[in-house]
């Protein structure tokens, strides 16, 4: 997706995509043979990187945003997603100890993807619906969190082509 098309999109819209992106990933893992220990890792890896690209743009932009205008007994959900992030960088971080076929790996993914598909359905039926109806300027949004998205992954690029 270009920066430009990314830009003319709402936050949301642009969020839920990742979503997608990140549930076929999981689906992926699911059907991958126990023993295909290369299409693992591929599927970790590609996993960990979406899941720290957007979990980085919704701390940076989307919960500060939602603060700023949901009302007082709407944010409990805005927390509660910092929490659930919390519990997933943690999974993410112990994949840089466990390899495919390790004792562990697998089991460690299947949490990973029950927390994630968790909170993608807390996100997209709660605090999105109640983010739509309460004004933000959601153009501008996704025209920042497109920006900072193509920004994290060329900065992941240049680490990844530089060795």
Do not use: W
């Not at 098309?5 to 992926?28: M, P």
């Not at 690209?53 to 701390?59: C, K």
């Not at 993410?92 to 004792?103: M, N, S």
């Not at 920004?151 to 082509?161: G, H, R």
């Amino acid at each position: 997706m270009t920066t430009a098309k990314a830009s003319a999109q709402d936050a949301l819209a642009i969020l839920e995509a990742d979503h997608r992106a990140i549930e076929q990933l999981l689906d992926a893992f699911e059907r991958a043979p126990k023993d295909d220990l290369e299409r693992k890792t591929t599927l970790v890896q590609r996993t960990c990187e979406l899941l720290t690209i957007h979990a980085m743009v919704e701390e940076e932009l989307l919960y500060p945003g939602a603060r700023g205008v949901l009302k007082d007994d709407e944010k409990d959900g805005v927390d509660e997603a910092y929490v659930e992030h919390f519990l997933v960088k943690t999974l993410i971080d112990k994949f840089t100890e466990l390899k495919a076929g390790d004792e562990g790996f697998d089991a460690t993914y299947k949490v990973l993807s029950e927390n994630v598909k968790h909170h993608v359905e807390e996100e997209e039926s709660t605090l999105f619906p109640e983010l739509r109806s309460a004004g933000i300027d959601l153009m501008a949004l996704g025209a920042k969190i497109a920006a900072r998205k193509e920004a994290l992954q060329n900065k992941i690029t240049e680490v990844a082509t530089a060795h």
